[in-house]
Nanobody, 121 residues
Framework: QVPLVESGGGLVQAGGFLRLSCVAS????????MGWFRQVPGMEREFVAA???????YYADSVKGRFTIDRDNVQNTVYLEMNSLKPEDTAVYYC???????????????WGQGTQVTVSS
C-alpha cells in the first residue's frame, strides 16, 4: 500500500489559482509515476496530468498551458498548480501512483481520497 493524501482544494473564482498537494508514504516515492485525475458526478474519472519518475510531465489538452505538475522526491510530494481556472475545472481531484510508469488512463495502482475544487463563474 502507498497511502496518498491530497490537500489544497477549495472554492476559487474563475481566473484564479489553486495549488494541490499530494503526500505519499510507503515504498520509495521516487520510483513511481504520479498522476492527477478529476471526476464530476456521473462522469468517468478524467486524466489531468502525470509526471514520470524521471520528471517528464504529461497533460490533458484541456489543461495544457494552465496547469503544471511537479514532484519533490525529498518531500514525497507531487503538486498540481492550476492557473486561469475555469468553471469547467470544477471536480474532485485525485492523486494516483503507478509503479508501471505513466499512463493516461485510470489504471493506477494507488489512489488518494480526493479533494474538491470548485470554480465559480
Amino acid at each position: 500500500q502507498v497511502p496518498l493524501v491530497e490537500s489544497g482544494g477549495g472554492l476559487v473564482q474563475a481566473g484564479g489559482f489553486l495549488r494541490l498537494s499530494c503526500v505519499a508514504s510507503g515504498p520509495p516515492f521516487s520510483t513511481f509515476a504520479m498522476g492527477w485525475f478529476r471526476q464530476v458526478p456521473g462522469m468517468e474519472r478524467e486524466f489531468v496530468a502525470a509526471i514520470s519518475s524521471g520528471g517528464f510531465a504529461y497533460y490533458a489538452d484541456s489543461v495544457k498551458g494552465r496547469f503544471t505538475i511537479d514532484r519533490d522526491n525529498v518531500q514525497n510530494t507531487v503538486y498540481l498548480e492550476m492557473n486561469s481556472l475555469k468553471p469547467e475545472d470544477t471536480a474532485v481531484y485525485y492523486c494516483a501512483a503507478n509503479g508501471r510508469g505513466v499512463v493516461r488512463t485510470a489504471n493506477y495502482d494507488y489512489w488518494g481520497q480526493g479533494t474538491q475544487v470548485t470554480v465559480s463563474s
